[in-house]
């Protein structure tokens, strides 16, 4: 079972680091807190240090190219420090903003090139992603069980309440799609249902 390591609190360093000043979308929690709860979710399954890393650094790469530091940059100091397979995994789990050809894609080509690539993606990087999911769709359904007005909550989203809520059903059979039959799927799927209930 994992437990505290030095390459876990190093890991716990570089994203606060790099998060620094963020918060959660439509709230003043700080940013940090998304990933922290991500690497509890993979520790809940037992999941090794490399998965664990990854998920406490999967939106570093997305999110924190600013400041004097580019992608190339956030990809080199990830794989120095915590290994190819953990830059490999959040690699997997970011969104890109071009194609092979240069080309940038739409926000709806950007997930849809998400869930392509998850095909390739390694049994650690499909892990962090549902573990991802887990958190960001629960945080969704607290935020929806604490509110009077839902639409508060569903206006943080860019596609809506409908897009919103078909994501997290497409990841889910997506990486029931490519052969990913962890546990952490059935955690997924009550998310996913949940979210849809919040539908009618």
């Known amino acids: 079972m994992t437990g505290y390591s030095d390459r876990i609190n190093h890991a716990f360093a570089f994203a606060a680091k790099h998060h620094d000043r963020q918060v959660r979308k439509g709230t003043a929690l700080p940013y940090l807190t998304h990933p922290a709860n991500v690497a509890i979710i993979l520790t809940r399954y037992d999941r090794d240090d490399d998965t664990v890393i990854a998920g406490i650094l999967h939106d570093v790469i997305e999110d924190c190219v600013r400041e004097g530091w580019t992608q190339e940059m956030l990809e080199e100091r990830i794989g120095e420090k915590f290994s190819e397979n953990v830059l490999d995994a959040v690699l997997a789990v970011t969104y890109r903003r071009v194609d092979e050809d ?3 894609f739409d926000k709806d080509e950007k997930k849809a090139d998400y869930l392509l690539r998850l095909k390739d993606a390694s049994d650690c990087a ?10 960001n769709g629960s945080s969704i359904l607290a935020d929806l ?32 799609e ?23």
């Open 145 to 176: 069980r604490r509110t009077m007005d839902p639409d508060t909550v569903w206006n943080r989203f860019s596609v809506g309440r409908q897009g919103t809520i078909r994501w997290y059903r497409a990841v889910y059979e997506r990486l029931c």
């Open 102 to 104: 240069g080309n940038e």
């Open 126 to 135: 499909r892990w962090v992603c549902a573990a991802d999911k887990v958190h």
């Open 178 to 200: 490519v052969g990913f039959d962890a546990p952490i799927l059935v955690e997924l799927c009550a998310v996913a249902e949940a979210l849809e209930h919040y539908s009618a």
